[in-house]
């Protein structure tokens, strides 16, 4: 377990920067008081108190969602607080109406002694990029392609296909009302890409096909962190209530809630 005082000493200076910016862009617009900032405890803290401790705020983002569920919750004792991004789905619970704190927090490999409320995470966004992979059926076996999902796009992704291009082509998406309608959506450029860097390795022609195949694997993989977030630390997924959140969470929360028989609630709160 690693001390947090390396990592407070290297956020620092990225956070008081970003820190500074924000208190300065709202001053401007008027607000007189100091603002209070997310921690991953799940406190609220000053400015000044953020720039000793920059440490504290590694996991706020995804924390700050797991707050909001505990607050909205009101009624609903045990919760699963879904967020799935761009690029990655985290998982929270609400027990007997409070969150799930952990003593230490994980960031990548490293354990840093950092109380947090505990947010579970693994790479599958709606800007996950797709693709098919090589690899043996068994043991000594020959070798098959499968769909997968190979990284989160980034600027550069260009024409590789993401889940977002699966829900669209499936959809789930509306291509003409993206973002209020303030963003168009190009169904033929997503069907083209799954098409190309899925469908035609594995031999499907079919558009709807390959498109399925993305979102059933990043379902999947979405529902098994749920599953190591419950059953694995020895609670059922039926006693609880499924909030999902984030650019993606509603649009696939309805099935991986119903792989784990979990009651969902709402769309984005």
């Known amino acids: 377990m690693r001390s947090p005082l390396r990592l407070n000493a290297s956020l620092r200076p990225i956070v008081r920067r970003a820190v500074q910016s924000l208190e300065a862009r709202l001053g401007e617009h008027g607000l007189t008081e100091e603002p209070l900032l997310m921690q991953s405890n799940g406190g609220l803290a000053r400015v000044r108190e953020i720039d000793r401790e920059a440490a504290s705020t590694v996991m706020s983002g995804p924390v700050g969602g797991v707050v909001a569920c505990r607050v909205l919750g009101s009624g609903h004792p045990n919760i ?21 704190i952990a003593n230490t927090t994980w960031i990548g490999r490293h354990e840093i002694a950092l109380p947090s409320v505990s947010v579970r995470t693994v790479g599958a966004g709606s800007g996950s990029i797709a693709g098919v992979e090589h690899r043996p059926s068994c043991a000594s076996g020959p ?16 024409e590789r296909p ?28 997503a069907r083209e890409a799954i098409a190309a860097h899925v469908g035609e390795p594995l031999g499907v022609w079919r558009s709807s096909r390959p498109a399925e195949g993305i979102k059933t ?35 696939h929360a309805f099935s991986y809630g119903a792989e784990l028989s979990i009651e969902p609630r709402g769309g984005c709160r």
């Open 162 to 189: 993401t889940v977002a291009d699966a829900d669209l082509v499936l959809g789930y998406l509306n291509p003409d009302n993206f973002l209020g309608g303030r963003l168009q959506l190009d169904v033929e450029r």
């Open 217 to 251: 694997i990043v379902d999947a993989r979405m529902a098994d962190l749920i599953r190591t977030a419950t059953i694995q630390q020895g609670y059922d997924p039926a006693d609880f209530v499924l909030y999902a959140y984030g650019c993606a969470g509603p649009t």
């Open 80 to 100: 699963v607080a879904t967020d799935m991004g761009g690029t990655s789905f985290e998982v929270g619970l609400i027990l007997d109406g409070e969150a799930h």
């Open 143 to 158: 070798r098959v392609r499968a769909p997968c999902l190979d990284r989160p796009a980034t600027g550069a992704a260009g």
